[in-house]
């Protein structure tokens, strides 16, 4: 089964709020990360979080992962339209080949 | 500027045809993955290498698809005979170890 579902599944706001994301997972992990994916792209990477890190900070992008709840989360401070995207997480199994699976995406719309 | 190129970016092609993507991962990359994304499925893992062995292949449906390292720098990925729900991206990415992975802009797959 595909590790990693994020919460909500699409999100629209106005430019300079903040957008916060979740992602939930079902195994033990080794890393779990996050990617954008414009439209008609590739996928690009945006934060590891190790899992005995609880919070990272990269720019306006926080994120934070808490293994007992089996969940993360994505926040992108003052959003800017640039920012609209998709948004997924991905997880490192610990049991396994570190075979990446990502969760479906969130899909946000920043209005400018 | 290093990057994972993949050939072709759009194919469309007739159910029964054979079907070959190339990918050519970042020099010195020693992990290779295969997904397929779907707007029903999301992104799912195909195929996934390390050092050119293939490590998993489970989410490959074996009597139709193939994927090959026959180098360090070629990775393909075969649909033989193409059908019409093969239709979707096909994204290569590559890596070091357990960690960030560099996508490709992917191939669009039509099979009419």
């Known amino acids: 089964s595909q590790q990693g579902e994020e919460d909500p599944q699409a999100l629209s706001i106005q430019e300079g709020e903040n957008a916060t994301m979740n992602c939930s997972y079902k195994?033990?992990?080794?890393?779990l990360q996050w990617y954008r994916q414009n439209s008609g792209r590739g996928l690009v990477h945006l934060i590891l979080?190790?899992?005995?890190?609880r919070e990272k900070h990269s720019g306006r992008l926080r994120v934070t992962l808490d293994t007992s709840k089996k969940s993360s989360s994505l926040l992108i401070t003052a959003s800017r339209a640039a920012d609209t995207a998709s948004y997924f997480c991905?997880?490192?199994?610990?049991?396994?080949?570190?075979?990446?699976?990502f969760g479906k995406g969130n899909q946000v719309v920043v209005i400018p | 500027d290093a990057r994972v190129t993949q050939t072709p970016r759009h194919k469309v092609t007739e159910m029964g045809q054979e079907v070959t993507m190339r990918c050519q991962p970042i020099?010195?990359?020693?992990?290779v993955f295969w997904y397929r994304q779907t707007m029903m499925q999301g992104l799912e893992l195909l195929a996934y290498?390390?050092?050119?062995?293939?490590?998993?292949d489970s989410g490959m449906p074996k009597d139709r698809f193939s994927a090959e390292m026959p180098d360090a720098t070629l990775a393909t990925l075969k649909i033989q005979p193409s059908e019409p729900r093969d239709s979707a991206v096909y994204f290569c990415?590559?890596?070091?170890?357990?960690?960030?992975?560099?996508f490709g802009e992917g191939s669009r797959l039509t099979v009419l």
């Open positions: 990415a590559s890596g070091l170890g357990p960690g960030e992975l560099f």
């Open positions: 195994t033990s992990i080794n890393n």
């Open positions: 979080i190790r899992s005995n890190e």
């Open positions: 991905a997880t490192d199994a610990s049991v396994g080949n570190n075979r990446l699976a």
């Open positions: 020099l010195g990359h020693n992990t």
């Open positions: 290498f390390r050092n050119r062995a293939p490590l998993d």
